[in-house]
């Protein structure tokens, strides 16, 4: 994390916030994102994460334009889903509103008012 943080600083010019010994957010970027500790390099590259204020029903959206579902997770920061769209790209949506319920999903998908 501390060589990743120096490269981008001295590259780019950016701060950091750090959210525990794992993630650090970047300031001075032009635009939101952090660095999050993995045990390895992401097999894709980035992982490119949108914002979304309610999560449950963008899950629907998600699946019912063609996404798979791939991983669900709760976090400090908030609570977030990794997708597939249909040519195989994965992404991730986050929000930083309450705890990840998945049962509540099906719950957004079948209320008309959602």
Known sequence: MEAAKAFYAGAFGWS?????PTYAAFENAG???GLRLE????PTGCLIILK???ILAA???VEEAGGTIIKREDF???RRFHFTDPSGNELALWSPN???DPAAAMDA???PDE
């Open 98 to 100: 309450g705890k990840y």
């Open 76 to 78: 400090p920061g908030g």
């Open 16 to 20: 950091f916030i750090d959210f525990g």
């Open 109 to 111: 998908a079948n209320d």
């Open 59 to 61: 899950e629907v959206r």
């Open 52 to 54: 979304a204020k309610d």
């Open 39 to 42: 045990d390895k390099a992401w």
């Open 31 to 33: 635009l939101d994102g």
